[in-house]
Every structure is written in structure tokens, then in C-alpha cells.
């Protein structure tokens, strides 16, 4: 069953439409000085592949935990 859901998973991914958000991501914050998201390396995009740039970084869940983050009394430890 577990096997079964992982190559259903799989074969659904579409990742030309996944290269398509990252652009959307790096448009959306591109005036955001410290967000960063890596760029698809057309034309090394196809449905089943996806090459993109490494972005140096820390993961999200460093800010979302950081004492810093002034929504963390909004938050619970649930959320991670």
C-alpha cells in the first residue's frame, strides 16, 4: 500500500508547474531583501526534471522558531 501511494505521488508531480511557482515565488518577494527561492534553469526544465540554483540560507523553521518572531505567541509548538 505504502509503495502503491508513492508511485501514484510520483507520477502525478509535474515539475515544469513547480519551476512555474518558483518564478512566482522570486516575482512576489522581489522586493524582499533577505527571502530568497532558487531559479529554474530553463531550458533544464521538463515535466520530469527540474534543475534550479542553490540559494544559501537558512530554513524557515530557524525564523518560525527564533525568540525574534513576533508571531510566535500566536503559534504553538503543534504547528512544527
Given at each position: 500500500?505504502?509503495?502503491?501511494?508513492?508511485?501514484?505521488?510520483?507520477?502525478?508531480?509535474?515539475?515544469?508547474?513547480?519551476?512555474?511557482?518558483?518564478?512566482?515565488?522570486?516575482?512576489?518577494?522581489?522586493?524582499?531583501?533577505?527571502?530568497?527561492?532558487?531559479?529554474?534553469?530553463?531550458?533544464?526544465?521538463?515535466?520530469?526534471?527540474?534543475?534550479?540554483?542553490?540559494?544559501?540560507?537558512e530554513?524557515?523553521?530557524?525564523?518560525?522558531?527564533?525568540?525574534?518572531?513576533?508571531?510566535?505567541?500566536?503559534?504553538?509548538?503543534?504547528?512544527?
Amino acid at each position: 500500500c505504502v509503495l502503491s501511494s508513492r508511485i501514484s505521488h510520483t507520477t502525478q508531480v509535474d515539475l515544469s508547474r513547480e519551476a512555474a511557482n518558483l518564478r512566482r515565488f522570486n516575482h512576489n518577494f522581489r522586493k524582499t531583501r533577505h527571502v530568497f527561492f532558487p531559479v529554474p534553469l530553463y531550458p533544464l526544465v521538463t515535466p520530469d526534471v527540474l534543475v534550479e540554483t542553490y540559494e544559501q540560507g537558512e530554513h524557515i523553521t530557524a525564523y518560525i522558531q527564533s525568540e525574534q518572531n513576533p508571531y510566535n505567541h500566536r503559534w504553538g509548538p503543534h504547528v512544527l
